[in-house]
C-alpha cells in the first residue's frame, strides 16, 4: 500500500500545502510523542530546523503536538541534521526531530524523525506514525498535570562543532589549507566555518547569511558554480558545498572542476583500508552510484552493495553488513564510526585530512577512477503512474537490451518530489545519451506529465 505522508526522507512538499500544514505537524508531533513514550520517566524530543521561512511555523506546531502527548521538548534553533542525531544520545532524549526539506527551494519544507539511538526509522515505525495520523488520538493525549514544557538548549552549535573536530586525527592541523565553504544559507552556516577555523584552516566562507528565502538559492551542494568562481577567485586548495541542512557536501578542486560523492567514498574507502579502518570488505551506495566506482571498489579487492536512493536504506545496510564507509552520488557520506546518518562537515574533514596526509592537490586526491559515461535527466509529472503505463514498459525494456551488460538503467519515481528520474550509464556515451533522450521523450507525452 503506498504512503500518504512519508516518502523516502520523512514527510516532504510545499509549506502551508499538504502534507506540511501545521495541522499535520502537530499531529505528527502527537503520534510520534505517543510511539515513542516507555516508562513513566520524563519523555524528551529534541527538534533542529534549518533556515526557511516556515521552519517557525512548523516548529510550534511539532511543539504543541509533542508537549500534548507529554513529552519535554528541547528547541536546538537552526543547526544541521546531523547534529540532531548527535543530540538525541547526547540528551538522552526519545526521538529527534530535523524540520528541513534538506536541497529543495525554501517554499519547500519536511520533517525528518530519528529515534533514541540517532538513527532514522524504519519504514515500519514511520507506517505506525502514519497510521495514527488519521486517527483520533485524543483520548491518548496526557493529562492536564502531565503535559510536556519547551525550551531552547544553549551551546548546541558548539557541542556539535566539537563532536566534528574530534573526528579529525588529533594531532593534525589545517594550517596551510586555503578553503571556500558554502554553506547554502541553510543549516551549517555557523558550524561549519566556525570549525574549520578552530582547526586552522584559511576560511574563505559564503553564503552565510540566510533571510527565510535564499536557502540552496543558487548556491550549495546543487549549484557548485558560485563555489567554483570564487575557488578561483581567491586561489583556495579546495571548496566544499553544503545542502540545506548540511548533511551532504560537494567538492571542488583547486581547478574549479566538481567532485562528486562517489569519488569521495571512492577516496576515503581506500585510505581507510590502507590503515585497517575499514569495515565489512566493502562499501554500500545506492543504485545511482557511477559504474566506474564499482569497478574501482572491485579492483582493492571490497565489494559493493546497492541501495534503494535513500541515505537511510544504506544506513540500514552499512549495519545489516557490519560496514563503516557507505553514501550516495549527490553526497551524502555516511561514515558510521562517527555518525548515524549523512555528515557534510564530518565527511569534509575526512577529505581534507586525506588532502594534509598526502600532501597533493585535491585534484590529484579526489580523483580515484574514471567515471563511466552516465546521464540522469528528470520528467515532472502531474499525478498518475507514469512507469505503469504499456508504452513506458516497452521502451523500458528495449533500452535495457541496447545497454547490455555493459551498462546500467536506472528509473524511478523521486521520493521527494513529482519527478520521474531516468538514469542510464555504459561506456558508449552516445548510446546513453539516445536511450535516456528516448525515454524521456516516451514519459513527457504521457497524460500525466507536466
Known amino acids: 500500500m503506498g504512503r500518504r505522508y512519508f516518502g523516502t526522507d520523512g514527510i516532504r512538499g510545499r509549506a502551508n500545502k499538504f502534507p506540511m500544514t501545521p495541522e499535520i505537524a502537530m499531529r505528527v508531533g502527537m503520534a510520534a510523542g505517543l510511539s515513542f513514550q516507555r516508562g513513566k520517566h ?141 554553506c547554502a544559507n541553510g543549516a551549517g552556516y555557523k558550524v561549519a566555518p566556525a570549525a574549520l577555523w578552530e582547526l586552522g584552516a584559511d576560511v574563505v566562507a559564503i553564503n552565510t547569511e540566510p533571510n527565510g528565502f535564499n536557502i540552496n538559492l543558487d548556491c550549495g551542494s546543487t549549484h557548485p558554480e558560485a563555489l567554483a568562481k570564487k575557488v578561483h577567485e581567491v586561489r583556495a586548495d579546495i571548496g566544499i558545498a553544503l545542502d540545506g541542512d548540511a548533511d551532504r557536501l560537494i567538492i571542488v578542486d583547486e581547478n574549479g572542476t566538481v ?18 579502518r575499514l569495515a565489512g570488505g566493502g562499501v554500500v551506495t545506492t543504485i545511482m552510484s557511477n559504474l566506474g566506482l564499482e569497478r574501482f571498489i572491485g579492483g582493492l579487492g571490497l565489494q559493493l552493495h546497492r541501495t534503494q536512493v535513500g541515505d537511510r536504506y544504506v544506513v540500514e545496510q552499512m549495519r545489516s553488513s557490519g560496514i563503516n564507509v557507505g553514501g550516495e552520488q549527490s553526497g551524502h557520506i555516511v561514515l558510521s564510526d562517527f555518525s548515524t546518518t549523512g555528515d557534510g562537515l564530518v565527511s569534509a574533514l575526512q577529505v581534507l585530512a586525506c588532502v594534509k596526509r ?16 552516465q546521464l540522469l535527466k528528470n520528467v515532472r509529472f502531474s499525478g498518475g503512474k507514469p512507469l505503469e503505463h504499456a508504452e513506458v514498459k516497452a521502451a523500458i525494456e528495449e533500452a535495457m537490451s541496447r545497454l547490455g551488460s555493459s551498462g546500467r538503467l536506472v528509473i524511478r519515481p523521486s521520493g521527494t518530489e513529482p519527478l520521474i528520474r531516468v538514469m542510464a550509464e555504459g561506456d558508449d556515451r552516445r548510446l546513453v545519451e539516445n536511450v535516456v533522450d528516448e525515454l524521456v521523450g516516451v514519459i513527457s507525452h504521457l497524460p500525466t506529465a507536466a
Open 259 to 276: 567532485v562528486d560523492g562517489d569519488q569521495l567514498i571512492a577516496l576515503i574507502a581506500e585510505m581507510w583500508q590502507r590503515d585497517g
Open 42 to 182: 520524563r519523555h524528551r524530543v529534541v527538534l533542529g530546523k534549518d533556515t526557511r521561512l516556515s521552519g517557525y511555523m512548523i516548529e510550534n506546531a511539532m511543539v504543541a503536538g509533542f508537549c500534548a502527548a507529554g513529552m519535554d521538548v528541547f528547541l536546538l534553533g537552526p543547526i544541521p541534521t546531523p547534529a540532531v542525531a548527535m543530540l538525541v544520545s547526547s540528551l538522552r532524549a526519545d526521538i529527534g526531530v530535523m524540520i528541513s526539506a534538506s536541497h529543495n527551494p525554501y517554499h519547500d519544507n519536511g520533517i525528518k524523525l530519528f529515534g533514541p539511538d540517532g538513527y532514522k526509522l524504519s519504514d515500519e515505525i514511520e507506517a505506525r506514525i502514519e497510521a495514527m495520523l488519521d486517527q483520533e488520538v485524543d483520548i491518548k493525549l496526557a493529562d492536564t498535570d502531565a503535559l510536556g514544557r519547551a525550551k531552547r538548549v544553549d551551546g548546541v552549535h558548539d557541542r556539535y562543532i566539537e563532536f566534528a573536530k574530534r573526528t579529525m586525527p588529533r594531532s593534525m592541523s589545517l594550517s596551510g589549507l586555503r578553503v571556500v565553504i558554502d
Open 358 to 373: 598526502l600532501d597533493r592537490p585535491v585534484s590529484e586526491v579526489c580523483s580515484k577512477f574514471e567515471a563511466v559515461p
